[in-house]
């Protein structure tokens, strides 16, 4: 087939697609706005709901630059380090379902969520990274100090 051929063809069902999407706005606009979101009837709820979120920095740069460019740009004034992150902000929904246990599947809590050394670190990755740290503590030296900040009496 040419591509004039597939283009007569898909021109008329495109039009037909676009004029049923108009139908389906003006029916909607119609609506009261009590009745524009609500859940159609056939539609059951889930048992469980998820909303799982996450964020993080994207590094942006003006568009053309590269190389020796970019490093240029880093320097000049009013674009220190660091200043051409945006926040990410994702989420996902999603539908969870179990069965029915007489009996908790999972009694032990994992080692990873009790080790409160594991905190530690993990508080002090965050301070050296917002800090603007490369690198972090060695293992063996977070491990000790970690010890050392539960030994310490309370105050």
Request: proline letters at 6%; charged letters at 30%.
């Amino acid at each position: 087939m040419s591509a004039q051929q597939v283009e007569r063809l898909t021109r008329p069902i495109g039009g037909e697609r676009v004029a049923e999407r108009t139908a389906a706005a003006a029916a909607f606009q119609e609506l009261p706005l009590a009745d524009k979101h609500r859940t159609p009837a056939a539609t059951a709820s889930p048992a469980v709901a998820v909303v799982d979120t996450d964020g993080g920095r994207l590094r942006i740069r003006e568009r053309g630059l590269g190389g020796a460019a970019a490093a240029e740009e880093e320097t000049r004034p009013g674009r220190q380090k660091g200043k051409q992150g945006r926040q990410d902000k994702a989420a996902l929904l999603l539908t969870m379902a179990s069965e029915v246990s007489a009996s908790d599947p999972c009694p032990e809590i994992a080692e990873t969520f009790v080790d409160p050394t594991r905190l530690l670190k993990g508080r002090r990755e965050i301070h050296a990274v917002s800090a603007g740290v490369d690198g972090g503590v060695e293992a063996e030296q977070e491990a000790a100090s970690g010890e050392e900040e539960l030994s310490a009496p309370a105050q």
